[in-house]
């Protein structure tokens, strides 16, 4: 038996469990929804007994195994690096943290969870590694074009600012 095998009906299994807890989501988001809507409903038409409350009731959610990073994949940093590279190649505007999670689970089969979030925010809050679009909510690779200012020495020679040379060493462009 060919371990690319096992491998590839692994990530099989994985992305059927991711499909099945999206879809385990979309069924309680309606359930609560429809409690929601017939509290309203028996209130309105007066047949309630108690006032209903406008909040979802409280119950048990499915229980989600924590899954853990696997040792071969890469750091979450780089995996939101990698996705808002991937996002800049395909001529998007940038990455909301849910197509960052997306992105990851497509690509390696790998649930981020909350770091789809706190990694990004960090990376641009703290680090200035990536920037955000506050109004979008978007993450994005910073611009390859830096603006040049009237300080800047871009597209200058660096041998124009270098210190001339001491004694009898060589300067820059021969000489002595």
Do not use: C, H
């Not at 993450?139 to 300080?151: H, R």
Request: cysteine-free; proline content about 7%.
């Amino acid at each position: 038996m060919n371990i690319d095998l096992i491998t590839i009906r692994e990530a099989e299994l994985k992305a059927e469990l991711t499909r099945l807890r999206e879809s385990i989501d979309a069924v309680e988001k309606e359930l609560d929804e429809l409690t929601i809507a017939k509290g309203v409903f028996l209130r309105l038409t007066g047949k309630a007994k108690a006032p209903a409350s406008t909040s979802a009731p409280k119950r048990a959610k499915f229980p989600r195994p924590a899954q853990k990073k696997p040792e071969e994949l890469p750091t979450i940093r780089n995996l939101v690096f990698e996705a808002l590279m991937d996002a800049r190649q395909r001529g998007l505007p940038g990455l909301a943290p849910r197509q960052i999670r997306e992105y990851v689970a497509q690509r390696y089969n790998y649930e981020m969870g909350s770091s789809a979030n706190t990694v990004p925010s960090r990376m641009w809050r703290t680090e200035k590694a990536i920037q955000k679009d506050t109004e979008t909510g978007l993450f994005s690779l910073p611009s390859k074009e830096k603006p040049a200012d009237e300080n800047s020495l871009a597209g200058t020679s660096a041998g124009l600012f270098e210190a001339p040379a001491k004694g009898r060493e060589a300067g820059p462009g021969g000489g002595t």
